[in-house]
Structures are given as C-alpha cells and as structure tokens.
C-alpha cells in the first residue's frame, strides 16, 4: 500500500524566512503526489501535485515542491514565509487503482512575527 | 477552482439524536464524492466513498448503520449520523470528484464541526 509519512508535526519559522515542510513516500510504483492546506476550521484546498511531468513543480501561493526518487522524497518549500501560511500542511500519494489520496498526519505551520 | 458546500458548518445536538449533514458541488456535477472525519491535530480519515445513483462504499472500521449515506443526485450527497454519541463529535469533511480519473481533481468542502453532548 502506498503511504506518506511527514516528519515534525509542527514546524516553526519567523517571517521572511525559508519554509521547509518534508514529506517522504512509500511506493510500489511511480507515486503521484499532492501538498494540501488547511486553513482553521475550514477544508482542503490544492496548493500543488507531482504527475511525473517535472519534478520540480510550482504551486500557488509561492509555493514549490521537489520529485527526489533516489530520496522517496516530494518536500514542500517557499522562500519567504509570510504570517498568512500559518496553517495545516497535509502530503498526500493517490491510490493508483481508485485515484482516493491518502494522507499524511499534517505538519502545522507556525509563522512569528 | 470548482466549489464545494456543506451545510450546517457547525452542529450541536443531544445524544441519540440523528443529524444530517449536507455535501453539495456547486457549479460541477460530482460523479464521486467522499466523506472524511477528521480529528484535532490529526489527519483525514477517509469513511466511504459514494458514487451517484449506487450504495457507498465504507471503509474498514466505519459502522455504513451509524454513518449513512445518500448520493441521491449528481451535485448532493448526505451523510447521517444516527444516533449520535460524544465520541462522534468531531470535524467531517466532505470531497466530490468530476470524474473517475485520475486528471479529475478532488475538491473539497469547508467541512462541518459535530459536538454531540
């Protein structure tokens, strides 16, 4: 079965500096793979996914991702971390037969002034 | 991005109350949607997956008598929570899906706070 496993369940970063948020992955055959964020009481919104097209993909909000199979890593970074990224940071591998992600247990992102 | 509802945000009820929760796509017809729990601090838990037209399919673990879904249209599924518990409480998210594909992305609702007293 595929999995991912995020390491910290908490990461905290001052404003203006480099975001690094790692998520490493467990699969039997080439993984396709998402960062979602969640926002306090709300749902899940797409920040990027990995389809094998680049391993270097851009998502919103300034953030970006990196493929590293030697690795079995999809660690999500941005350069300058700004007070509104606080939040819950969730990796996520698709299940290649249903296309049903399955998630990570989240790293919660704290931003300090 | 495509938009996804549920309704109410927030309930409060009695034990052994029923509640319903609602799960609507609003400007896509859904030909799959997904219910998740979720406690705090903890990640999403995936409950069942229902498909428009046909009975949903539960997860291991989920009671499909306690936790009962409808998929009655392609934009509206509910789930209902018979008899409800204090260890029911919690945060429940739901996800419709365009397609069947992999290329059809999983959009998700703001999801709803149970607290069964």
């Known amino acids: 079965a595929q999995s991912v496993t995020q390491l910290g369940s908490h990461v905290s970063v001052s404003e203006g500096a480099l975001v690094l948020l790692r998520c490493n992955y467990s699969?039997?055959?080439?993984?396709?793979l998402f960062w979602y964020v969640q926002y306090p009481n709300q749902g899940l919104q797409l920040l990027l996914k990995?389809?094998?097209?680049?391993?270097l993909v851009k998502g919103i909000n300034g953030f970006e991702a990196e493929f590293k199979k030697s690795e079995t890593s999809f660690h999500l970074t941005k350069p300058s971390a700004h007070m509104s990224d606080a939040a819950e940071y969730f990796c996520?591998?698709?299940?290649?037969?249903?296309?049903?992600?399955?998630f990570g247990r989240g790293t919660s992102l704290i931003v300090h002034p | 991005g495509a938009v996804v509802s549920q309704h109410p945000s927030r309930v409060i009820c009695k034990s052994g109350t029923s509640v319903k929760i609602e799960c609507r796509s609003l400007?896509?017809?859904?030909?799959?949607m997904f219910w998740y729990r979720q406690f705090p601090k903890q990640s999403l838990m995936l409950m069942a997956t229902?498909?428009?037209?046909?009975?949903?399919?539960?997860e291991q673990g989920v009671e499909k008598d306690k936790f009962l879904i409808n998929h009655a249209s392609l934009t509206l599924s509910t789930l209902t929570v018979t008899s409800a518990h204090p260890e029911d409480s919690s945060f429940y998210i739901c996800?419709?899906?365009?397609?069947?594909?992999?290329?059809?992305?999983?959009?998700f609702g703001p999801g709803t706070r149970l607290t069964v007293l």
């Open positions: 996800s419709a899906r365009d397609g069947p594909g992999f290329y059809n992305e999983q959009f």
């Open positions: 699969s039997s055959v080439p993984p396709y």
């Open positions: 990995y389809t094998s097209a680049a391993t």
């Open positions: 996520a591998v698709l299940d290649g037969g249903s296309y049903i992600p399955t």
């Open positions: 400007d896509f017809q859904a030909t799959t």
């Open positions: 229902s498909n428009e037209g046909s009975k949903a399919t539960y």
